[in-house]
């Protein structure tokens, strides 16, 4: 009977308490919305980074790992025969790791290249399938083949930017004043991106560079393929060593920094140049099933080869393990803040329909109900207030996060940024079942509490008082 008389209860008002339940909707909706966010982007973060940067486990010579020399290396074939039999792994690769400087007729970089077997890179490393220019070290070339990532290849000036007139229209079908703004630097060439952005700049309005610069300046962009770089490093010899190669192939991933400091060279061509064992490699790359299956694979090639070092995703990169752990808790510090605002509303909604009935609790009181029963009255009605809100707002946002964890939200104005610190600007929000427990959980606490003032005013009443009160 308690339960049927607070739910009427909520209800007596109902515009009143439509208001607090539409706040709790919204409010859920843009606290559940930011927590999926939140997960997406972390998820994709660590996808990527294993996918295209890590892997889920690497095997060096522990003195590589010191001071990554050249001549810390390892036999490839004495873990090989174990991986093959290891059951969890998708694939693995042997790797030569060279700390390079990068010289082409226009700059130079100092780069980390890696030497890699083509087929085998493919089975571990996303790399192959980011390309946007170029094949991946395939085919027979007298000289040897080289692979770059986008920024390292615009920081060595292995780019133009030049506005062709079939650019210039498709960027007038996108907005008709673009088109005509920017014919004035039609047949221009520009050799660095800023100088393109400041032609840009002197001919746009504040609104259309804001909003089309970059995708201009992505579209002017032509890379200099087959163009020569010139790899210097170090031999395990200590002798200093150049080597010709041409850039056949330019990737991009989601984190710049990553495609600024990273380049791919074919395995056997570095190793003869540095003069490197063919049966030797500086590092193995894993990629198994999934990240937990990682861990407990790492554990056990360790305790096989115990003058190897073997180390999972999370001890390669903590800040990647560190990234898991703190999603959850920045989204729930988000719902937390959001239903802490809320509490206010419905503490005042409550003590408003507390301060109504006083002469209604008086008549209760007088007939026989119990102060605990009163209590748990207001209780009750404070809880489904909050719950019927939370629910709404639960159901809107996971209705959200469905059509967009499909296609995708795209903060496409902030890639640049994004893509600086490693995350994708194109996000998949996601959220799991415990996050919903968790926040049914906080919703279910912040109405209880919110009751607590209004209740304890009504524990205050006399009854015989309460009875004169109009």
């Not at 560079?209 to 163009?227: K, M, P, Q, V």
Request: aromatic residues 8%; hydrophobic residues 45%.
């Amino acid at each position: 009977m308690l339960v049927s008389l607070s739910w009427r209860n909520v209800w007596r008002n109902p515009t009143r308490s439509m208001v607090v339940v539409v706040a709790v909707a919204l409010g859920l909706w843009g606290g559940v919305t930011a927590m999926a966010l939140i997960n997406g982007w972390v998820k994709q973060r660590i996808a990527d980074s294993i996918q295209n940067e890590i892997s889920h486990i690497q095997i060096h010579n522990p003195d590589f790992l010191l001071n990554e020399e050249v001549d810390k290396t390892f036999n490839f074939d004495s873990v090989a025969a174990t991986l093959d039999s290891t059951k969890g792994i998708v694939g693995f690769s042997g790797r030569l790791k060279v700390f390079a400087m990068v010289q082409t007729d226009r700059a130079n970089s100092g780069l980390v290249v890696l030497g890699v077997k083509p087929t085998s890179e493919r089975s571990i490393s996303g790399i192959p399938n980011k390309l946007i220019l170029g094949s991946f070290l395939e085919g027979d070339f007298k000289t040897p083949s080289i692979v770059l990532g986008k920024k390292a290849a615009e920081e060595l000036k292995l780019v133009n930017y030049e506005l062709t007139d079939s650019i210039a229209q498709k960027l007038s079908a996108m907005e008709p004043r673009l088109g005509e703004q920017i014919q004035i630097l039609a047949g221009r060439r520009y050799r660095t991106r800023s100088n393109l952005m400041n032609a840009l700049k002197a001919e746009l309005e504040p609104a259309l560079f804001n909003h089309y610069s970059e995708t201009i300046a992505d579209s002017c962009a032509s890379f200099r393929l087959n163009g020569p770089v010139v790899l210097t490093f170090q031999t395990p010899t200590g002798e200093l060593h150049s080597e010709m190669f041409r850039v056949r192939g330019i990737y991009r991933t989601s984190n710049t920094a990553f495609d600024a400091r990273m380049a791919y060279v074919n395995f056997d061509n570095l190793a003869s140049a540095a003069n490197i064992n063919p049966s030797n490699v500086h590092e193995v790359a894993i990629l198994c099933k999934d990240n937990t299956h990682a861990v407990s694979i790492a554990k056990m090639l360790s305790a096989m080869h115990r003058s190897l070092k073997v180390q999972s995703w999370d001890e390669i990169s903590p800040e990647i393990a560190l990234y898991a752990a703190f999603g959850d808790f920045m989204g729930m510090i988000y719902v937390v803040i959001i239903l802490f605002a809320l509490a206010f509303g419905i503490i005042n909604t409550m003590m408003m329909s507390v301060l109504e009935r006083y002469r209604e609790f008086g008549m209760l009181m007088a007939i026989g109900m119990n102060r605990l029963r009163v209590f748990s009255m207001i209780m009750m009605e404070s809880v489904f207030l909050t719950l019927t809100g939370g629910v709404a707002g639960i159901l809107l946002s996971t209705g959200f996060i469905k059509i967009f964890a499909r296609t995708g939200i795209d903060f496409g104005m902030w890639a640049e940024g994004f893509e600086a610190i490693g995350y994708s600007s194109v996000v998949y929000p996601e959220i799991t079942t415990s996050n919903y427990v968790l926040i049914t959980m906080l919703v279910v606490a912040t109405g209880i509490l919110a009751s607590l003032w209004p209740a304890r005013r009504a524990l205050k009443l006399n009854p015989m008082q309460a009875l004169r009160v109009e």
